[in-house]
């Protein structure tokens, strides 16, 4: 079958052996796959080796096999996968050996996967395959993020500094539904144009002096995923007191703080990181109730996955980018 794989020293779109199923799996005949910022760094973190893996988190196709032991799914079913592989129920941190899809196991980024029951999911009906194929990763993340670590209430202001991510546009969803107030940053004027056409309340540019921009906020959450270009002026417009979520470093994971100045502020600093089976089949509860349909900024053949890497390498996206895998020729 046709793949994008990290192999060697380097990232191709080749032929690769098909995957066989076993007890308790379903292959999946994917149609689309989505990319996340984790996939641009696998290569580096795999460094050299000879053995091809298939990159990807995101994907949502049909079921063509199923194993034996497996009476939730029928052959053709609509479904999306679940890539944080092994954490079911809600709990404080990811349970020991969780993984994420697409390392050290086979991801996405080829026309079939062969997973467990356990991480396949119902696609909703009132997404686009394009729409189901970019969603699980990083809706999963923000919603824990803003709901279960961020405990973002009605009426609340919440910032999120760097608008265009893929976490992001679900951050601003998510919370305009909720009743929040959202006030987003980004380095792109587009960018900002977009956010606020989402929903956002109000968007300035990252490069301007937020504590003059923001003074006459009083915000009560920061999600900061940037990391070390935004984390300290992040804290500087937080209200004492306030929360400030992390669950992402794309500038850089170490940061220094000033641990005075945040004791006598008396912030709230949570770490998250995607989210259990119980979040996501509450999100996905949460988007179809609300009509949430995920951004797409760009889509991409499979066998251009190459170049869907460099825009997304680029920071060009607003939103998700999406990968067509079964109308490919
Ligand atoms: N822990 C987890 O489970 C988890 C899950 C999902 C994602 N993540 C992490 O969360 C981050 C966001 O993920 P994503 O896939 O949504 O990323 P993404 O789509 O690649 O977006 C990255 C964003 O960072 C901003 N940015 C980049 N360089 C910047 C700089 N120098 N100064 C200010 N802003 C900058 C950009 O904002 P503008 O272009 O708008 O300025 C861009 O929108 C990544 O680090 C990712 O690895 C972690």
Redesign the pocket.
Known sequence: MKAFVHQGDAIVYTDVKEPRVDQGMVKVKLQTAGL???D??IPKRRGSQPEPLVLGSDGAGTIEEIGEGVSSFKIGDEVILNPGLGWYDNSEAPPEGFE?LGMPDNGTFAEYIVLSAEHVEKKPAFLTWEEAGVLA??SL?GFRALFTKGNLQPGQTLFI????????TFLIQFAKVKGARVLV????GK?REKALELGADRAID?NVDWREALSDENIDLVID???R??FNRSLDVLKKGGRIVS?????EDEININIRKFFYGQYQLFG???GSREELRDMLRFIEEHNIHPVVGNTFALKEAQAAFDY?QE?K??G?VALRIASTD
Not at 185 to 188: A, D, E, K, Q, T
Not at 247 to 251: K, M, N, R, S
């Open positions: 996340n910022h984790r641009l760094n994420i990763l990083a993340t500094p760097g608008a265009g991510s893929g976490v992001a940053s980004s380095r792109s960018k990252t995923s940037v990391g270009a935004t669950f992402g470093a794309t500038t998250s990181t995607m997304l920071g996206q607003f998700k």
